[in-house]
């Protein structure tokens, strides 16, 4: 398994375990406080990261300065986008809302250009990016 497939697979894992942790927690709790966090730590943490994983094993095994950025700011964004969301939606601590705000716009912005980055390999990525196929 190249390196980017197993960052990626073992983050999502960790992804998909504390947000479906935390989604008990909600069932258990009667409280939709959560709801967003839950959402994007397993929208974006488990599925996306996970697709990712599944991506860097399939389709691009090699290695690449571009492909190294974008799984550098899937994880940095994963983490920093539901950080934000927690900070900004629940408020756990008595912050100053622009440190919330900026948290939650940092995160949201590093996840997008995760997302862009990953749109351009998938552009320039052909058969030869796998050289077992
Ligand atoms: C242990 C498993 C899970 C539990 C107990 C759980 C529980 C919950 C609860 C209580 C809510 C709030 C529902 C409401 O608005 O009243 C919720 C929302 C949500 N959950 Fe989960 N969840 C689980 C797994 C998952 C998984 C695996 C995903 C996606 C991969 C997911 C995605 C979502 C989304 C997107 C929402 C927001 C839905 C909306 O805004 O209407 N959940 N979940
Ligand atoms: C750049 C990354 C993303 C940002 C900044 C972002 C931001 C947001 C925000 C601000 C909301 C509204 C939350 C609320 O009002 O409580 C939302 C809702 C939602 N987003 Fe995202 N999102 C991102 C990525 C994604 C991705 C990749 C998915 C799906 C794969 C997704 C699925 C959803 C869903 C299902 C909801 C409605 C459930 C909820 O209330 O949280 N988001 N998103």
Known sequence: MN??????LRFAALFGLFGA?????MAGAGSIAFKSVHAHILVVGWLTLF???????????????????????AIIGAVGLTVGMWLYYVRPFDMPDAVNTVFFIVGGSIMLLSFVLFAIIAFLTNEQDNPSH
């Open 3 to 8: 390196s980017y497939s197993k960052v990626l």
């Open 21 to 25: 942790f935390l989604g008990s927690h």
């Open 51 to 73: 697709a990712w994983a599944a991506f860097y094993k399939l389709f691009y095994t090699k290695k690449s300065m571009l492909a190294t950025i974008h799984v550098a700011t």
